[in-house]
């Protein structure tokens, strides 16, 4: 009864940790948070044109394409560079308040998969103007949008704890989300490259979601066994590997904030 009350609390917790990364993300914007819809389809937009000429003959209905790879890889880009700094970002409230510090991580993730819930209702919409139909494949989604959130969240876990002590982290982590990026196949087919590269490409996490949701979304197939087991095994054991790696750095944690 009493853990169940507890987490009841801690849940109240991240919800209200939650609405106040959002106001404190949104607070001098007028358009506030649409800016999380408007930005990929800007983005879109721009790659769109640039682009589709080119890939016009490899990939049918381009903007879709590109956009699925966007939403996944901005949500877990949003999701990991802001729970890198939030141990950090929360010292005082951590030293006063007493309740794990888990939930500051758990809150700048979730924070992300709300931006992308937003969003979600516009990518709808664009799969209508573009002329995608509804199909069965697309009850896949969530266990893909699960797995990028454990695959995000144990990321984040390893980020927030590593920050504390290496501040310099957050340079090389951007440097590492830019390659990260090109080897994530979001704007180009992966098909057209060859040798060791293309083996990078189909053994990233994120690629191997990206390609998931497109085969669901786009071309009405479900993934295969073999990225099924991939795509739960990226997810669970970043999520263990990242969550154990925390609880032992905790007493750490403490005395170096």
């Known amino acids: 009864?009493?853990?169940?009350k507890q987490k009841k609390q801690y849940a109240f917790v991240v919800r209200q940790l939650t609405?106040?990364?959002l106001k404190r993300k949104y607070t001098r914007s007028f358009l506030g948070i649409f800016w999380s819809v408007l930005n990929p389809l800007l983005s879109m937009a721009v790659l769109s044109l640039i682009f589709s000429q080119l890939f016009r003959r490899s990939i049918e209905n381009y903007p879709i394409y590109y956009l699925t790879g966007y939403i996944l890889w901005q949500t877990f880009t949003g999701a990991t560079t802001a729970a890198l700094t939030t141990l950090v970002d929360n010292k005082m409230l951590l030293l006063k308040v007493k309740f794990p510090m888990e939930l500051f991580v758990v809150t700048r993730v979730y924070t992300a998969l709300i931006n992308?819930?937003?969003?979600?209702?516009?990518?709808?919409?664009?799969?209508?103007v573009f002329g995608v139909t509804p199909?069965?494949?697309?009850?896949?989604?969530?266990?893909?949008?699960?797995?990028?959130?454990?695959?995000?969240?144990?990321?984040?876990?390893?980020?927030?704890?590593?920050?504390?002590?290496?501040?310099?982290?957050?340079?090389?982590?951007?440097?590492?989300l830019t390659l990260w990026m090109y080897c994530s196949a979001i704007f180009y087919p992966a098909e057209q490259l060859q040798g060791p590269i293309q083996l990078v490409i189909r053994n990233n996490p994120l690629f191997i979601l990206i390609n998931c949701l497109r085969k669901a979304v786009m071309y009405g197939e479900l993934p295969l066994p073999l990225e099924i087991a991939q795509m739960l095994l990226w997810?669970?054991?970043?999520?263990?590997?990242?969550?154990?790696?925390f609880r032992r750095s905790k007493n750490k944690i403490m005395q170096r904030i």
């Open 135 to 176: 199909k069965w494949t697309m009850l896949f989604s969530p266990l893909i949008i699960f797995c990028l959130f454990l695959f995000s969240l144990g990321m984040s876990y390893i980020l927030a704890a590593a920050y504390v002590f290496f501040g310099d982290i957050k340079h090389l982590y951007t440097v590492i």
């Open 235 to 245: 997810g669970f054991g970043v999520y263990l590997i990242g969550s154990y790696i």
């Open 19 to 21: 609405a106040r990364e």
């Open 1 to 4: 009864m009493a853990d169940s």
């Open 116 to 128: 992308l819930g937003y969003f979600l209702i516009a990518y709808a919409v664009m799969l209508m």
